[in-house]
């Protein structure tokens, strides 16, 4: 199983996001690692996300930062795979996943503008696990040191502020930066395992 980097490139788009950084550099060495060392045949699909992992843990912070751009930013919804649209709405139907609250949106929407000016260079990935994303808005919030608008409508504070201009960026390529690199590549293999599941590979 997983003897060429045709069939190893058609799952891993389906674990992960299709990018271009994992046609051309990740699949390219998972094929070269699992060559180099088999993987496990118990859970052959478990052990590649976990050498897919390791792998993408290896390169530089560029590169890294790159792959997990791939994954659409929480709270989109157009332009997502049916995985993520099924994950960003806690696992909901496609009609009930029309329901999420405008403001949610707009709230998450912003947020996504603020983590980008803290942490600039990269994209706030979590791992959803059933969550609505009222909850991964205020985990974003946590995350940003930001108030909870939501829990408050409509009498609260507007869904826009703070400004993302006026936020503290955290130094691209510092202990802080790169810590938040890590935990979003290592939730992207959370996911994969969902998927995974999900999808009985």
Same mark, same amino acid.
């Given at each position: 199983?997983?003897?060429?980097?045709?069939?190893?490139?058609?799952?891993?788009?389906?674990?992960?996001?299709?990018?271009?950084?994992?046609?051309?550099? $990740?699949?390219?060495?998972?094929?070269?690692?699992?060559?180099?060392?088999?993987?496990e045949?118990?859970?052959?699909?478990?052990?590649?996300? &976990?050498?897919?992992?390791?792998?993408?843990?290896?390169?530089?912070?560029? *590169?890294?930062?790159?792959?997990?751009?791939?994954?659409?930013?929480?709270?989109?919804?157009?332009? $997502?795979?049916?995985?993520? %649209?099924?994950?960003?709405?806690?696992?909901?139907?496609?009609?009930?996943?029309?329901?999420?609250?405008?403001?949610?949106?707009?709230?998450?929407?912003?947020?996504?503008?603020?983590?980008?000016?803290?942490?600039?260079?990269?994209?706030?990935?979590?791992?959803?696990?059933?969550r609505?994303?009222?909850?991964?808005?205020?985990?974003?919030?946590?995350?940003?040191?930001?108030?909870?608008?939501?829990?408050?409508?409509?009498?609260?504070?507007?869904?826009?502020?703070?400004?993302?201009?006026?936020?503290?960026?955290v130094?691209?390529?510092? *202990?802080?930066?790169?810590? &938040?690199?890590?935990? %979003?590549?290592?939730?992207?293999?959370?996911?994969?395992?969902?998927?995974?599941?999900?999808?009985e $590979?």
């Open positions: 199983m997983y003897e060429d980097q045709n069939g190893i490139a058609s799952v891993l788009t389906q674990l992960f996001e299709h990018s271009d950084i994992l046609i051309t550099k $990740l699949v390219p060495e998972l094929f070269q690692s699992i060559r180099n060392i088999p993987l045949s118990i859970d052959p699909t478990n052990a590649l996300i &976990e050498r897919a992992i390791a792998i993408i843990h290896a390169w530089n912070a560029h *590169e890294q930062a790159e792959f997990i751009a791939a994954h659409p930013r929480i709270g989109e919804i157009k332009q $997502l795979s049916a995985l993520s %649209a099924k994950e960003q709405s806690g696992g909901l139907s496609a009609t009930t996943r029309l329901g999420t609250h405008p403001d949610v949106l707009k709230r998450l929407e912003h947020l996504n503008a603020c983590y980008e000016r803290v942490y600039s260079g990269l994209r706030y990935i979590t791992f959803v696990n059933g609505t994303r009222a909850a991964i808005a205020r985990e974003m919030e946590d995350k940003l040191q930001l108030g909870h608008p939501l829990e408050n409508f409509p009498n609260g504070p507007p869904m826009n502020e703070p400004m993302a201009e006026s936020l503290i960026c130094a691209k390529n510092s *202990e802080d930066w790169l810590n &938040e690199l890590k935990r %979003a590549v290592d939730d992207v293999g959370k996911i994969a395992k969902s998927r995974q599941k999900s999808l $590979l």
